[in-house]
Nanobody, 125 residues
Framework: QVQLVESGGGSVQPGGSLTLTCKTL????????MAWFRQAPGKEREGVAC???????RYTDSVSCRFTIFKDNARNTLYLQMNDLESEDTAMYYC???????????????????WGEGTLVTISS
């Protein structure tokens, strides 16, 4: 059973930074595409960033200049570095994974197979 465990959420002021971490358990991260999603209160879940098995990355437009997705395959860990945070970034953030590279090339990274429980990010002054 694949397990994903997120951490790193918290409350910061606008303009601040946070780094989210997703630890993968019971499988090796280099065989999987991985992504970060978020869901704000009253809104649908959206794909934020995706990294495939060749380490190519994709971002949703609203975060492309502020967020960076990367992973450390040796540590089986996915990261999301978030800078210049805005109130609109407030959401529950979820880590997801799928075998192969297909999902990262699809709209909203459709096809993710495994999900974490989420970590809450709150941006507030």
């Amino acid at each position: 059973q694949v397990q994903l465990v997120e951490s790193g959420g918290g409350s910061v002021q606008p303009g601040g930074s946070l780094t989210l971490t997703c630890k993968t358990l019971k499988y090796t991260a280099d065989k999987f595409s991985m992504a970060w999603f978020r869901q704000a209160p009253g809104k649908e879940r959206e794909g934020v960033a995706c990294i495939d098995i060749s380490l190519a990355t994709r971002y949703t437009d609203s975060v492309s200049c502020r967020f960076t997705i990367f992973k450390d395959n040796a540590r089986n860990t996915l990261y999301l570095q978030m800078n210049d945070l805005e109130s609109e970034d407030t959401a529950m953030y979820y880590c997801a994974a799928a075998r192969g590279s297909g999902p990262c090339s699809r709209h909203d990274y459709v096809g993710m197979e495994y999900w974490g429980e989420g970590t809450l990010v709150t941006i507030s002054s």
